[in-house]
């Protein structure tokens, strides 16, 4: 049983165009959160929602918008897809925001032509 | 400011040897974790190993343990007996208390294990 899972694995598009990534916890955990990993293979935390209330939003172009709409799901949707938007995007889960250990997902892999 | 910082973009090990991946942090509240994670070439990121700030104790797991230094800001992650399976990417992250959750990562060191 996966415990995060994320669909698409890969995700080939071109620019200008809109796409979501979908992301689902079966461990019942309240907290969840999207990362993005760069080409340096650097990742950065971008969102967090604690029982589909947003509680983190760093400094991301707003052409990105997560949706939570129950506790086991985050959705991630980019609007107007750019070539820097290529990345690996990481979905995690955390029993609470006080849980110390996060579960990553398999992650996905954006490439923007 | 760079909160984490691993000064060792690449090391090379022996198999069966030890090895220490190095990972300094910077942060302000007194309350916080340390944490370690892989990431083999498939991509996925494994938790690895945890330390809280006032955790008295190093943190161990398995072949893995932590030398956490609080005066020094350090936790390195020690790998003991290396395997091949080892060869991978490492992060160390931080979590402070006080920011609801956000993992805050270093740049990473790519291990490779040789035979």
């Known amino acids: 049983d996966t415990a995060v899972s994320q669909t698409p694995k890969y995700l080939v598009t071109q620019m200008g165009n809109d796409k979501s990534i979908k992301c689902e916890q079966n461990?019942?955990?309240?907290?969840m959160y999207w990362y993005k990993q760069d080409s340096k293979k650097f990742l950065k935390i971008m969102f967090s929602?604690?029982?589909?209330?947003?509680?983190i939003n760093e400094t991301v172009p707003n052409r990105f918008s997560p949706k939570s709409p129950d506790k086991a799901h985050l959705n991630l949707h980019i609007n107007s897809l750019e070539l820097g938007d290529s990345a690996v995007y990481f979905c995690?889960?955390?029993?609470?925001?006080?849980?110390?250990?996060?579960?990553f997902g398999p992650g996905t892999r954006l490439t923007v032509t | 400011a760079q909160k984490i910082t691993q000064t060792q973009p690449g090391m090379f090990v022996q198999e069966k040897e030890a090895v220490t991946l190095d990972c300094t942090y910077d942060t302000s509240d007194p309350s916080y974790g340390l944490f370690w994670y892989k990431q083999p070439s498939s991509g996925e990121m494994i938790f690895l190993i945890y330390q809280g700030s006032y955790d008295q104790q190093n943190a161990t797991e398995g072949r893995y343990s932590l030398n956490f230094q609080k005066a020094r800001k350090s936790a390195n992650l020690v790998i003991s007996a290396s395997q091949l399976g080892d060869s991978a990417m490492y992060f160390c992250?931080?979590?402070?208390?006080?920011?609801?959750?956000?993992?805050?990562f270093g740049q990473g060191t790519e291990l490779s294990v040789k035979p």
């Open positions: 929602y604690n029982n589909k209330e947003l509680i």
């Open positions: 992250a931080m979590e402070e208390h006080n920011q609801g959750g956000k993992l805050i």
């Open positions: 461990l019942g955990h309240d907290t």
């Open positions: 995690a889960s955390s029993q609470d925001r006080a849980s110390y250990e996060q579960y």
